[in-house]
């Protein structure tokens, strides 16, 4: 009985109390914010979350990602979407998954926090206003950098420690988990990397300073072996099914084209990005501040890795989403804060920046500025959400096209091609492209020139036997439009979506 009893004081002990209300905080957090995966919004898809649960349905259906099914995102988001669907359902899977990863993240933001500040309770508090920025960058879940955050927060955990304790010596075994999450990562979407590659490179440039030159070496082949680890497997499985060449080209090729076009933002586009920017600006200024008067290496690197990051922001259209990788460094910045203050009143402390000048004042005017903008897309976020929650009104939508499609037989439902309608569709009609570029086509024909004699070659062999098309007025692509003039007989238009069937002329 004495063993038990200390078995249970051992579960409810005051940190294990704190793991597991992170825990189920973030359960709650993954059941309201992702609403394309949480059984409380049953059956709404959208765009990218729709597009990864297609590709991981096609994968543990048997399909070759990228060969049979097309996009610009690594194979790992997709191994991981194929994973949740062969194990749970396609829904209902990458729910538990991403519960399993945030949990993970949530625990990992604790332990950071914990490096900075002693008390539980506050250390908490700084994981939870770090995770209200997540409920505005969030978008409804299921996307490429909230399934990066285990891997990005642990090792910033690592660096963090090592930085903190600056015993002079790095442990290798750490710098091969780098290896492996930085190649995980970079199999996912590249730019999410950029935090663990900076801090990783500032880790490096510390151990040279202090001419600990065994040491980096054996962290360089350590973490080496980690990438390796990850790299091999993924690229000998697509050399194997003949796709190396187009996983290349969605990972890296018609990727760099697009995150090249994001800098073409316009004037009103720029003060979008600053506004969304501006709690990893708040860090980059309190950085020096840090510098000055606590942890010369541990701000250096902050700052650094803070300034990388926010050119990484600056690619592609710079959605809400993509700023989810500030947050694992605002985290860190509110702890640089809570030590800066050793115990000082938080109002006195803020009235005290507030009466100084330069680096101080604009500390002060980012921090107002983030709550303010992150603040008012929180409470529209959260709203829309409990709108989405108590209404359901987006069935009415994902019903209509249900409708539609059922004019599609169950037995060809997989010969079916969607143009100019986003992946959702399938996921809502519960059909499977039979062609690699399945949606967003419009904007993959931009980078992939060749995509228009694809097209010519599969109405010419292997014609889909029913096409949807959406805006059909709209549509650029003259083959395309050529092939449902001669081959196909419209069937039925609703909502602006046209679905074609092959004529049996063609099928003879």
């Not at 990066?148 to 091969?176: M, R």
């Not at 990783?200 to 440039?205: G, R, T, Y």
């Amino acid at each position: 009985m004495k063993r038990i009893g200390r078995i249970i004081d051992m579960v409810f002990e005051k940190e294990l109390r704190a793991y597991y209300l992170i825990a189920l905080c973030s359960v709650c957090f993954i059941l309201f914010y992702s609403a394309f995966s949480s059984p409380l919004y049953p059956g709404l898809y959208a765009w990218d979350a729709a597009s990864f649960m297609l590709g991981g349905k096609i994968i543990a259906n048997g399909g070759v990602l990228y060969l049979d099914y097309f996009d610009q995102k690594g194979p790992i988001l997709f191994f991981i979407h194929a994973l949740g669907h062969a194990l749970f359902g396609q829904r209902i899977g990458i729910f538990i998954i991403q519960v399993v990863f945030f949990c993970i993240s949530a625990l990992f933001m604790y332990k950071i926090a914990r490096l900075f500040i002693n008390d539980n309770k506050k250390a908490f508090g700084a994981v939870f206003l770090s995770v209200l920025l997540f409920g505005v960058t969030f978008e409804n879940g299921a996307l490429t950098e909230e399934l990066s955050l285990p891997f990005i927060l642990s090792v910033q955990y690592f660096i963090l420690k090592f930085l903190k304790e600056a015993d002079g010596l790095h442990n290798p075994f750490c710098a091969f988990w780098y290896g492996i999450c930085v190649a995980a990562i970079g199999l996912t979407r590249v730019t999410n990397a950029t935090l663990c590659c900076s801090m990783i490179l500032c880790v490096a440039i510390l151990l040279a300073s202090r001419k600990k030159v065994r040491n980096l070496l054996q962290n360089i082949f350590a973490f080496l072996l980690g990438v390796a680890c990850v790299i091999i497997p993924v690229f000998l499985y697509f050399y194997e099914k003949d796709a190396m060449e187009q996983m290349l080209l969605g990972i890296y090729g018609f990727s760099t084209g697009y995150a090249l076009h994001g800098l073409n933002k316009g004037l009103q586009g720029w003060i979008a990005w600053i506004l969304k920017s501006m709690p990893l600006i708040a860090v980059i200024l309190a950085a020096p501040v840090y510098v000055k008067k606590s942890s010369k290496e541990l701000g250096i690197c902050v700052f650094f890795s803070g300034i990388m990051i926010l050119l990484s922001l600056c690619l592609g259209n710079s959605y809400m989403h993509y700023f989810t990788l500030a947050v694992p460094l605002y985290l860190v910045g509110i702890c640089m804060m809570q030590n800066l203050m050793n115990g000082k009143n938080l109002k006195n402390t803020l009235c005290n920046l507030w009466q100084k000048k330069g680096v101080y004042i604009c500390i002060f005017l980012a921090l107002i500025f983030t709550w303010g903008y992150y603040g008012a897309r929180l409470v529209i976020y959260s709203g829309g959400n409990l709108l989405k929650f108590t209404t359901h009104y987006y069935k009415e939508e994902s019903d209509l096209h249900r409708k539609q499609a059922s004019v599609i037989p169950e037995e060809d439902k997989g010969y079916v091609l969607a143009y100019n309608i986003p992946a959702k569709w399938y996921m809502e009609t519960d059909t499977i492209p039979c062609f690699r570029y399945a949606a967003f086509q419009e904007d993959f024909r931009r980078g992939i020139p060749e995509m228009d004699e694809e097209f010519e070659d599969m109405f010419e062999n292997t014609p889909p036997k029913w096409i949807a098309v959406g805006e059909l007025e709209q549509v650029e692509m003259y083959v395309l439009k050529e092939a449902l003039e001669r081959k196909y007989e419209l069937v039925s238009e609703v909502d602006g979506i046209s679905i074609f069937k092959l004529n049996a002329e063609t099928l003879e």
